[in-house]
C-alpha cells in the first residue's frame, strides 16, 4: 500500500510497492460484465483459460452461449505486456459541525499493486456465423430442435430413430475472422490478334491459369516406357545450384546409391545422405524419376531401369504397412506406444490456432549449401545435420516403427520370416501385375499379418499390463487377419524430424506432398 498518498497533493508521485511476484493474465472482455462466474463460463471455466495459456499457439476462445453446442466463438489474440494492475480506494472524511457549503470533506487515495500483468488477451476479430438449431416449417413458423438433436441423458432405442429434418451445419463459416482487402487481377489486355493458346482440361488447376511446368518426370504403371534421361530444365536448375564442394560430393553420393539400388524411397535417401530437403527436391529429379502408380509407387527410380522388365526388382516394392490398434486386437489407440502424428481428437479448428510462420529459405541458402562449414561449431556438422534414423524406413524384429503408418521397401524389412513371404517365388516370376508386381497374390496382406504379430509381441514385452486379460490371450497372440490395402485409404507422410530442422507444411498425403514440389 502507498505511503503518503493521503497527504500528497496534486501531481506528486505517490510511491508503490511492487509485488513481482505475483503474476497476472488479462482479458479484455468484449462485454459488461456483471455476473463473473457466468463470465468464465463463456470462457470454459478457470480450466479452459489455463490449458489455453499453457499453450501459446492457441487463441482463447470465447462462447456468447456456453451450453449451445452448436455456439460458434470468437477467439482473442495473444500478446505479451508490462502492465501493472493497481487496486486504488478514495476515502473521504468529512467534517462535523460545519454547514454545509462550508465543509470541505477530506479526500484520500490508497493505492495498492495487485500485481503484474504479462500476458494480455485481445478479442480483435469478428464473430463466425450462427446457424441456430431451428427448423422453419411451412407458414413461416420456426421450431427448435435441441431438444430432439441433443442427447442429455440416456434415450431409448425410439430416440435414435425419430424422424428429423437434415441438420448438418458446418463447423465454421469462415475461416478468417479479421477483414482483408483482397486485390483482383486486372484482366489482361493482349495485342490485336492474340489467341489463348489451347489448354486440355486435365491441365486446369482453377480457372485462372494452367498448370506450371515441372522438373520431375512422373510415371504410371500401365505407361509403355520409362525415361532414359532427365528434363532439361532439371539439370539446368541442379547445375545452376550446384556452386560448392559440398553439393558435388553430395551429387556423387546420391550417384553411388542409384548405382548400388536403381529404387530409393526420400526417406530413405535422406537416411543416407545429408542433404537439405529442399535441396533434395532439386537433385532427384537430376538423378530418378517418379512412379506414381503400382507396386513402385512413390519411389524414386533410377533413369533408364524399368522394374517391370526385372523379376529381381520385386524387393525394391513397397509396401503400406499401418499398425493395428482397437479393442479387437488387444491395445486401445490411446494406450498404442506409438502415437498418431494427427488426431482428430486433439482437432483445433484454423481460426483458434496462430500458424507460427515458416521458414523461407533463399535461393542465396541453396548456392551456399545451408551448411556453411563456418558454423559446424555452433550447430550440427554437415554430415549428418539433415540425416534421418535407420528406422524410417527399415523394419527390425524387437523394435516398433516411429509412425502408425510406414512406407517400407520389400528389401528394407530386415526379418528373416519377412523375408522367406518375399521370395517364396524366386525364379518362378510369371508377371508383373499394378497390385501384387512380381510377388505371389497377396504377399502383401501375408506380411502385414506377420509384422503385425511381431508388433503385437514387442508391445506385450514392454507393456505388459496391456494384455493381461485371460480373453485376449486365448488365440495364443494371433492376429485376426484383415486387409489393409494402401491403395484405397489415405497415404499420410511420415518423417523423421531432425531437432534443428522444421520442414515446411505440406499435404497429409505423402505421394501428393512429393508431386506437388515438383509442379
Known sequence: MAAGAANAGPGVAIPVDLRRERRMVCVEYPGLVRDVSKMLQTLGGEEGVSRIY???????????????????????????????????RRKVKRQEGLPGPEAHPEVAFEVETVGIVCTVYKFQGMSDFQYLAVHT???????????????????????????????????????????????????????E??????????????LSRARRLHNAVFVNFEDDEVP???????VQTWRRLCTNPMDQRVEEELRELFAVRPVWSRNAVRAKISVHPDKLKVLLPFMAYYMITGPWRSLWIRFGYDPRKHPEAKIYQVLDFRIRCGMKYGCAPNDMPVKAKRSTYNYSL?????????????????????????????RKSASNKYKLKDSVYIFRENALPPYRQMFYQLCDL??????????????AEETCTERDGWCLPKTSDDLRNAMSLLIRQTIRAQRPALFSSPAKDDDGGKEPPTCESGEDEEEEEEEEEEEDFKPSDGS????????????
Not at 58 to 68: I, S
Not at 142 to 169: G, N, W
Not at 228 to 234: D, F, G, H, N
Not at 361 to 376: E, F, H, I, N
Open 137 to 191: 416449417e411451412e407458414g413461416g413458423r420456426h421450431t427448435s430442435m435441441y431438444d430432439r438433436v441433443l442427447m442429455l441423458r440416456p434415450e431409448k432405442e425410439a430416440f435414435f430413430h425419430q424422424d428429423l429434418p437434415l441438420y448438418i451445419p458446418p463447423p465454421i463459416f469462415s475461416r478468417l475472422d479479421t477483414p482483408a482487402d483482397y486485390f483482383y487481377r486486372p484482366e489482361t489486355q493482349h495485342r
Open 350 to 378: 484454423p481460426i483458434t490456432v496462430k500458424k507460427t510462420p515458416s521458414q523461407v529459405v533463399t535461393m542465396q541458402d541453396l548456392k551456399q549449401g545451408l551448411g556453411p562449414a563456418g558454423t559446424a561449431g555452433m
Open 414 to 427: 530386415d526379418v528373416g520370416e519377412l523375408q522367406k513371404i518375399i521370395h517364396r517365388n524366386d525364379g
Open 54 to 88: 499453457a499453450d501459446p499457439t492457441k487463441r482463447l476462445e470465447l462462447y456468447f452461449r456456453p451450453k449451445d453446442p452448436y455456439c460458434h466463438p470468437v477467439c482473442a489474440n495473444r500478446f505479451s505486456t508490462s502492465s501493472l494492475l493497481l487496486r486504488v
Open 228 to 234: 532414359a534421361q532427365p528434363l532439361e530444365p532439371a
Open 508 to 519: 497429409e498425403n505423402e505421394m501428393e506432398t512429393e508431386m506437388l514440389d515438383y509442379v
Open 193 to 206: 490478334g492474340y489467341n489463348n493458346p489451347p489448354v486440355s482440361g486435365e491441365n486446369l488447376i482453377g
